[in-house]
């Protein structure tokens, strides 16, 4: 049961931790089995343990990344009316949200 | 490919020739879906009266004596992760159902343009997580070619859809080898075009520094045509190349003599099927006798691919998917603040494979984890494209297994994620490198189902890869 060796690649612990973190709740029954599953495949990606990666440049993305600017002239944009139709909930021209204020961090 | 009907460049050579209308040849294809599409769910949610209304525009066109393009009156099929103004756009997740984007992508937009008729919104792995369109909260899609197998995923609906004659062309995603191997287990051409060369805008986002569009279709020369008809360059999407895609169709007839070709060796031993190889190594003879150059060759970081995968695209998958909290867009589950609605509306409306990849993901860009995980990733992504490099120093397209077996029973992987992901060991460097590869249907295995042969090239190959893949095509007639 790798979740429960003092090495394992992620804990049960965490896994609650970054299902807090990624806002999803987990019963006790995902728990064990997210935690089973995560571990495995953290635990095949242990092959890059062995890789000399030394002087190595991280690569992020394919192609270089610039800032891509354009004249600041009103296009054809999304219309506000139809984008807040698809909303939840909306009033005045905004999504609306239940209170956000005063919750814990 | 009699099963599925005429090619895509033969219907629109048809429509703009005044000899057939593209009412007759939507007709005929609508027939089919309703024929087969109960038994395979290829998509999850089809728009016949609009593709009607689009029909009948291009015939239209025709009678006016004008030329609707190089598409007119071919049907289409769309994966469930195109934006689609006004048409519901699900990513086959309960947390989007019923959502219609106030806009287009830009390969919808230009396939319209181009006279094609889109039909429908075909079914994905979830967000297009998955390799068997499995993960599907609307249920599974069924291969064609045997409704017990899985069609592969994640573009499992697009590529049971052009197999089964549902429509002659689709358009897919490919993250790690969402178009390449449901291609492989449908028997259709599939490509992953290079990074930036398709714009992905209004491509719901789940890996951005790996996602790319790319086309389904029966014969070589029509993903051609697709990919000339939806690349080049556009303003909208920032990371699209500031250029055209490259001309495939003048030189589709060009040969392969004298072109250097590469088997790939790390892809053609452990974890492949014997079957598989044989094929592949049966496309590297017919190149040679074509006039290639064909020899083995080494990429070894290639079997690091998975395991970098595995932590970069859940890494911006979870960044990607944390825009869906219940507030613009989707479904929502009430609670009294709202962070208790976030975390409500995000635990009903993800499935279990989405929830997985965001956890990890997540894992992998935490404080303390960051370096052992996400950053090795991409030292090793480094390794992957210098390796890549070396091999296309002296070679101009390489070749491998597209999948490492033949499609598989519904249900054999879904409870195991690591052996679901190591169907796409050959895919997923690819897409690390940002580079073009493409699959190609090259017979069967030995149970009788197709087997894709992939050919990879250098970023903007795409011509090499497309002569060599119509010379493999043209070998099998």
Not at chain 1, 32 to 47: K, N, P, S, V, Y
Not at chain 2, 259 to 273: D, H, K, T, Y
Request: glycine letters at 10%; aromatic letters at 4%.
């Amino acid at each position: 049961m790798p979740s429960s060796e003092p090495d394992a690649p992620i804990t049960s612990a965490d896994v609650a931790k970054v299902a807090s973190l990624a806002r999803l709740r987990l019963d006790d029954a995902e728990l064990e089995r997210f935690t089973h599953q995560l571990a495995d495949i953290l635990g095949h990606a242990a092959d890059l343990e062995t890789l000399d990666l030394a002087g190595v440049e991280p690569m992020a993305h394919p192609i270089p990344l610039v800032n891509v600017l354009r004249p600041d002239v009103p296009g054809d944009l999304v219309d506000r009316d139809e984008a807040l139709a698809q909303a939840p909930a909306a009033e005045d021209g905004q999504f609306r949200v239940p209170p956000v204020l005063g919750e814990a961090p | 490919m009699s099963a599925t009907g005429p090619d895509a460049r033969a219907i629109a050579a048809a429509v703009r020739a005044g000899e057939r209308t593209a009412a007759e040849v939507l007709e005929e294809h609508l027939g089919r879906i309703a024929a087969r599409e109960a038994e395979l769910h290829a998509f999850n949610h089809l728009t016949e009266d609009a593709a009607r209304a689009a029909a009948a525009a291009v015939d239209a066109a025709v009678a006016a004596g004008q030329d609707p393009g190089p598409l007119a009156g071919v049907p289409v099929a769309l994966k469930d992760n195109l934006c689609t103004r006004g048409v519901p756009t699900t990513c086959s997740s309960r947390i989007l159902e019923g959502w219609c984007p106030p806009y287009d992508a830009t390969v919808v937009t230009r396939l319209a343009a181009a006279g094609a008729v889109a039909v429908g919104k075909t079914n994905l792995d979830e967000f297009a997580m998955g390799s068997s369109t499995e993960n599907s909260a609307f249920g599974p899609t069924r291969n064609p070619h045997d409704t017990t197998r899985v069609p592969g995923g994640s573009s499992g609906g697009s590529a049971a859809a052009v197999a089964a004659g549902f429509a002659p062309l689709s358009l897919g995603s490919d993250t790690g080898g969402s178009i390449r191997q449901p291609a492989a287990l449908c028997g259709v051409v599939g490509v992953k075009p290079t990074y930036g060369l398709v714009s992905r805008y209004g491509l719901v986002a789940f890996g951005s520094s790996l996602d790319q569009i790319g086309p389904f279709a029966t014969t070589v020369a029509d993903a051609a045509l697709v990919c000339e008809v939806i690349g080049g360059h556009d303003p909208a999407d920032s990371t699209s190349l500031p250029e055209a895609f490259p001309e495939l169709t003048p030189h589709l007839a060009d040969g392969v003599d004298g072109l250097r070709v590469g088997v790939i060796a790390e892809m053609m031993g452990e974890g492949i099927s014997p079957d598989v190889a044989a094929r592949v190594r049966s496309a590297a003879e017919a190149l040679a006798s074509a006039g290639a150059v064909v020899e083995e060759v080494s990429v070894p970081a290639v079997t690091h691919g998975l395991s970098a995968y595995y932590l970069v695209a859940p890494a911006e998958a979870s960044s990607n998917l944390a825009r869906y909290d219940g507030v613009r867009y989707g479904n929502r589950v009430d609670a009294p603040t709202a962070g208790e609605m976030m975390e409500a509306t995000r635990t009903a409306g993800f499935g279990d494979e989405v929830k997985r990849r965001i956890m990890l993901g997540t894992y992998a860009l935490s404080a303390g984890y960051y370096d052992a995980f996400y950053g090795k990733a991409l030292k090793v992504r480094t390794l992957i494209r210098e390796d890549f490099d070396r091999a296309y120093a002296s070679h101009d397209v390489l070749l491998s297994p597209t999948s490492p077996t033949t499609a598989f029973p519904l249900g054999a992987k879904v409870d195991d994620p690591l052996t679901m992901y190591l169907n796409d060991v050959c895919t997923i460097p690819t897409n690390l490198a940002g580079h073009p590869a493409m699959s190609v249907p090259y017979g069967t295995g030995d149970d009788g189902l197709p087997v894709g042969v992939q050919v990879l090239a250098p970023a903007r190959g795409e011509v090499a890869m497309f002569r060599t893949a119509a010379v493999l095509e043209g070998s099998l007639r």
